[in-house]
């Protein structure tokens, strides 16, 4: 494969790098796999079948804010901390995300810790499918770690919440990028959740998370990720939030928009979750 060009590379590792240090007494791997209640997988049932030897499992709606009705919402820093050192992470793990359906949960994880001030983070590129497709080891032993000392300190410079996203549909600070299949932002098929609007959030602009994505599930070159944003209206020298269904494929967005250089991407955390589900929200259902 010829140099992507990536302007922060830290944010993937490669399989061929991971296979190499699967071992290594500093890493962890997460396995951070997440379904659309509409296709009837299990993430947790997949995880306890097969995962990439030494993984833990990281459950988005465990790790989230209990009080909110919405799903898997930020928690805030000392729920995470003490929930991530349980799991056996620490203060110097190198951390390598990865999951099942390419760049959605493991991009999740991914910005949940850059979130939380945490740095050494990194998602598989081509995640668990170039891995079981280059024939790499698996395993369905659950390894558990000691609980560990994690600090976690919530840099809301990359959250927006619905009365900044409000706020933002006349001030236009941020450029809204809505990573969901064409025919939701259009309204012209139904959300996998019941109870919700169609349509987006007025003035956003539409790209699809699998268009930033290889057919191996590897992110693009920055050549043609930079295309994809710019086809679709994005400046990308601009200020950015993302969104998507729940907050997850949002993170696609962030991690593509990272790997060009942008490293102050902004999700909406309740995404159209929140947004679709209320009344009081505008909703547009044309580009």
Same mark, same amino acid.
């Given at each position: ?31 951070? @796999? ?58 110097g793990h190198k951390i390598v995300v990865y999951d099942t359906v390419s760049? =959605? #949960? ?33 395993? @369905? ?9 994690? +600090?976690?300190?919530?840099?809301? =410079? ?40 169609? #349509?987006? &959030?007025?003035? @956003? ?40 269904? @729940? ?8 991690? #593509?928009?990272?790997? &060009?250089?942008? =490293? ?5 955390? #309740? ?14 259902? +044309?580009?």
């Amino acid at each position: 494969m010829s140099d992507p060009g990536y302007k922060n590379p830290d944010a993937l590792v490669s399989t061929d790098w991971l296979a190499a240090h699967l071992d290594a007494p500093d890493l962890r791997i997460i396995d951070a @796999s997440h379904h659309l209640p509409t296709t009837g997988r299990n993430a947790k049932a997949e995880y306890d079948e097969q995962h990439i030897p030494g993984a833990i499992f990281w459950d988005i709606d465990a790790i989230s804010d209990h009080s909110s009705d919405l799903p898997h919402m930020l928690p805030d820093a000392d729920q995470f901390a003490r929930q991530v050192g349980a799991l056996g992470i620490g203060d110097g793990h190198k951390i390598v995300v990865y999951d099942t359906v390419s760049a =959605t #949960g493991a991009a999740r994880v991914w910005w949940t810790f850059r979130v939380f001030g945490y740095r050494d983070v990194a998602v598989l590129n081509g995640s668990m499918r170039k891995w079981l497709d280059e024939g790499r080891p698996v395993t @369905s032993e659950v390894k558990t770690y000691g609980e560990r000392s994690f +600090t976690a300190r919530k840099n809301n =410079t990359l959250v927006r919440d619905r009365q900044q996203m409000l706020a933002n549909i006349d001030a236009k600070r941020d450029q809204v990028i809505d990573a969901r299949a064409a025919g939701r932002f259009l309204a012209q098929e139904p959300e996998p959740r019941a109870g919700m609007r169609g #349509g987006h &959030i007025p003035g @956003s602009c539409n790209v699809p998370f699998p268009n930033l994505l290889n057919k191996d599930g590897t992110y693009r070159s920055v050549d043609e990720l930079r295309a994809a944003f710019e086809q679709a209206g994005v400046d990308i020298k601009k200020p950015v939030a993302t969104t998507c269904g @729940s907050g997850v494929t949002a993170c696609t967005l962030a991690l #593509g928009l990272y790997l &060009i250089g942008d =490293t102050e991407t902004a999700v909406y955390d #309740g995404s159209w979750s929140e947004w679709g589900s209320r009344q009081d929200t505008p909703v547009e259902t +044309t580009a």
